[in-house]
């Protein structure tokens, strides 16, 4: 049997996840035009004011309050409300903006489209996150000419710097009734910074709470399929290393969030859009530096955009849907379930299993490695462990084809996740020190260690037996 029809299954099996993981296809075609950034870019302008940070309390912070609150009296319709309170001593007022449900109010459903207003000491807090705000206001404008079966509650959030204690207050404030009734939660943090690329971030928020709450997998596939619809594709986490980001907020636990978090604590759905990432980090970040000149008018139109999509296809959802398994990888758009990185597993499987071994060694590492294959396929609890054992499994026959260079350059390629995850996982211990605790299982460990060990010792064995092979075909040669 050749042993290349082993890779058949696995081949077949990719294109099967692909469409299955395929984004939905919209059914209504969403009216993107109307957004305007250069209005947009002049909300922003206007709540940096003269660049004095907005720290709460002070009187440019309540200037760029009341400043949202005169834009929103002027768009009608909306019900605004403030939300004033206290926390450690200090007073901040969050401000609320809603769109009531529908005429028939059969929907009880909320979404939530928000931005914080507050900046940090020693900042004109423009990127951060005046540009939110800008972007906010503009996609309000727009979103109030239509008509809406669900609730839309647009949120400013204050005391975000302060750590997050204005969405905090919120989400306690609600019953559990009204926890229930949030559709999905979006926050925009960051998103107009012309040097950035747009991004999704969907951090665990595990630091704080025992069990890692990552956001369910149908928000953010949802946002990246409007974000298509609208011409302006982004990705999770970072635009180059979006693998290493989404294997990263699951292992290390990086202490950083938006206003998203407080939601995520509770059980919503929610995640929060930005132009800042890990490749890209926007690097006045709390600093003087970040004023308007950080900010593009296409970074805020991207984000816009994508808003506004997005709010579009939640409102076609009938209910919140099931958040499913926390292992689960969004690559490209196409969305990896942990049934889909289950049977692909299982596939892999395939060609190492029809290479037949020709010595012990090579037997034992076989095995040994198809042994590991197996606990990853019933022990999944992790997208860590298929996608650094898939490229393993797949390039382990190759390494045995007797000099092709091409195909051993591939068949190393395999190596190239799980050395450069181990990279990544460095890269963030360093850059976040004790913030960000190192959280693998034994099996995350194994396959990071033990499996790619097995690999390169197989690649060296394979290696000496081919050379052992090629001297002595060469000595009979002179021999003739
Ligand atoms: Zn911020």
């Known amino acids: 049997m050749k042993p290349y029809l082993g890779y058949l299954p696995i081949s077949v099996g990719l294109l099967l996840a692909l469409v299955l993981g395929r984004p939905p296809q919209p059914t209504t075609q969403p009216a993107l035009v109307g957004f305007d950034a250069d209005r947009a870019y002049r909300n922003a302008a206007e709540v940096v004011g003269e660049g004095i940070p907005r720290v709460p309390g002070s009187p440019s ?14 768009f009608g319709r909306l019900r605004v409300e403030t939300e004033p309170f206290d926390w450690h001593g200090l007073s901040y007022t969050n401000i609320l903006a809603t769109i009531d449900e529908g005429p028939d109010g059969s929907d009880p459903s909320r979404i939530y489209l928000s931005a914080h207003y507050d900046s940090r000491p020693g900042t004109p807090g423009a990127v951060d996150n005046a540009s939110g705000v800008g972007i906010l206001l503009e996609s309000i404008r727009i979103l109030v000419g239509r008509d809406w079966d669900k609730t839309l509650v647009f949120a400013f959030w204050d005391g975000e710097e302060d750590g997050l204690v204005g969405s905090r207050h919120h989400v306690r404030g609600l019953s559990q009734d009204e926890q229930d009734s949030v559709l999905a939660m979006i926050s925009l943090d960051m998103p107009g910074w012309q040097g950035g690329s747009p991004v999704i971030h969907t951090f665990g928020k595990a630091w704080e709470v025992d069990a890692p709450r990552l956001v369910p997998f149908w928000l953010p596939h ?64 709390h600093g003087p530096a970040d004023t308007m000149e950080q900010v ?134 360093v850059l976040f020190g004790e913030d960000a605790p190192i959280h693998l299982s034994p099996l995350d460990w194994i396959t990071l260690t033990a499996a790619p060990a097995i690999f390169l010792f197989r690649a060296v064995q394979a290696e000496k037996l081919l050379r052992k092979d090629a001297t002595a075909v060469d000595a009979g040669r002179t021999e003739q």
């Open 222 to 285: 949802l946002v990246i399929a409007s974000a298509d619809r609208a011409g302006e594709p982004l990705r999770i986490g970072d635009p180059w290393i979006s693998f290493h980001y989404q294997m990263g907020v699951r292992n290390m636990r990086v202490p950083f969030s938006s206003d998203d978090g407080p939601f995520l604590e509770a059980g919503i759905p929610a995640i929060f859009l930005s132009n800042s990432s890990f490749i890209q980090f926007f690097p006045h970040y």
């Open 296 to 429: 593009g008018e296409d970074a805020l139109r991207q984000c816009g955009k994508t808003v506004i999509a997005a709010t579009e296809a939640l409102e076609t959802l009938e209910e919140r849907p099931q958040p499913g398994s926390d292992v689960y990888l969004i690559l490209g758009g196409f969305v990896f379930t942990d049934w889909i990185l289950r049977g692909m597993m299982l596939l892999a499987m395939v060609p190492a299993l029809l290479a037949a071994p020709s010595t012990r060694v090579d037997r034992t590492c076989t095995v040994a490695l198809l042994l590991l294959g197996g606990v990853t396929v019933f022990r999944l609890d992790d997208p860590f462990q298929p996608c650094l054992a898939m490229p393993l499994l797949l390039a382990y026959p190759l390494l045995r084809v007797r000099r092709s260079y091409l195909l051993k350059a591939i068949s190393l390629a395999g190596l190239l996740p799980a050395f450069t995850t181990a990279l990544f996982l460095i890269q963030v211990r």
């Open 61 to 74: 912070h309540d200037r760029a309050g009341e400043f949202i609150r005169t834009r929103l009296a002027e």
